[in-house]
T-cell receptor, first 112, second 115 residues
Framework: GESVGLHLPTLSVQEGDNSIINCAYS??????FIWYKQESGKGPQFIID?????DKRQGQRVTVLLNKTVKHLSLQIAATQPGDSAVYFC???????????FGAGTRLAVHP | DGGITQSPKYLFRKEGQNVTLSCEQN?????MYWYRQDPGQGLRLIYY???????QKGDIAEGYSVSREKKESFPLTVTSAQKNPTAFYLC??????????????FGSGTQLSVL
């Protein structure tokens, strides 16, 4: 709801620039990772996922990079648009959707 | 138009009152989930159900109860035992593993506040 996203780290970018949102995950046994986008007053929306046997996966305008050595996940958004403004969450799981662990999120603010 | 419907969008609870949040899906998904979202925190799992007439506690089940009498419906009751119920509640469903609908689909949420 309206209270989601308070006190979150914020990434501010200009429209048209590329955005990189980072996430440090906690469990070295995690083998599946997901990025979600949440707009104000709405539920999270799936963006892209990646399994631990991959380092990189590309979607439409988005790329997820996985560095298992340092337990780091990043989401790259190309040519950022105003509609990309939202809170972005990463989630990890060592064993299925019943054990998903969500990060606190990063707010992306896109300026014209 | 397939999806997950949560109602109401806003709900107010008085001291000592139980309230029930509705979640309905027409995606024909077996698995359904309830999450709680607090400002500045990630989603935390309250309860989940993988099949009708069966459900399991998540990480923060105390003060909550659920039922799964129908595949389409997974209502969450916030009981008077939940001392800090103010939060944004999200319902989700998931299709079969290793299918195109394997990922979680979320509803639009219910904001619960205490009067």
């Amino acid at each position: 709801g309206e209270s989601v996203g308070l006190h979150l780290p914020t990434l501010s970018v200009q429209e048209g620039d590329n955005s990189i949102i980072n996430c440090a995950y906690s469990n070295s046994a995690s083998d599946y990772f997901i990025w979600y986008k949440q707009e104000s007053g709405k539920g999270p929306q799936f963006i892209i996922d990646i399994r631990s046997n991959m380092d990189k996966r590309q979607g439409q305008r988005v790329t997820v990079l996985l560095n298992k050595t340092v337990k780091h996940l990043s989401l790259q958004i190309a040519a950022t648009q105003p509609g990309d403004s939202a809170v972005y969450f990463c989630a990890e799981t060592p064993g299925g959707y019943n054990k998903l662990i969500f990060g606190a999120g990063t707010r992306l603010a896109v300026h014209p | 138009d397939g999806g997950i419907t949560q109602s109401p969008k806003y709900l107010f609870r008085k001291e000592g009152q139980n309230v029930t949040l509705s979640c309905e899906q027409n995606l024909n998904h077996d698995a359904m989930y309830w999450y709680r979202q607090d400002p500045g925190q990630g989603l935390r799992l309250i309860y989940y159900s993988q099949i009708v007439n069966d459900f399991q506690k998540g990480d923060i089940a105390e003060g909550y109860s659920v039922s799964r009498e129908k595949k389409e419906s997974f209502p969450l009751t916030v009981t008077s035992a939940q001392k800090n119920p103010t939060a944004f509640y999200l319902c989700a469903s998931r299709g079969p593993q290793r299918s195109a609908n394997e990922k979680l689909f979320f509803g639009s949420g219910t904001q619960l506040s205490v009067l």
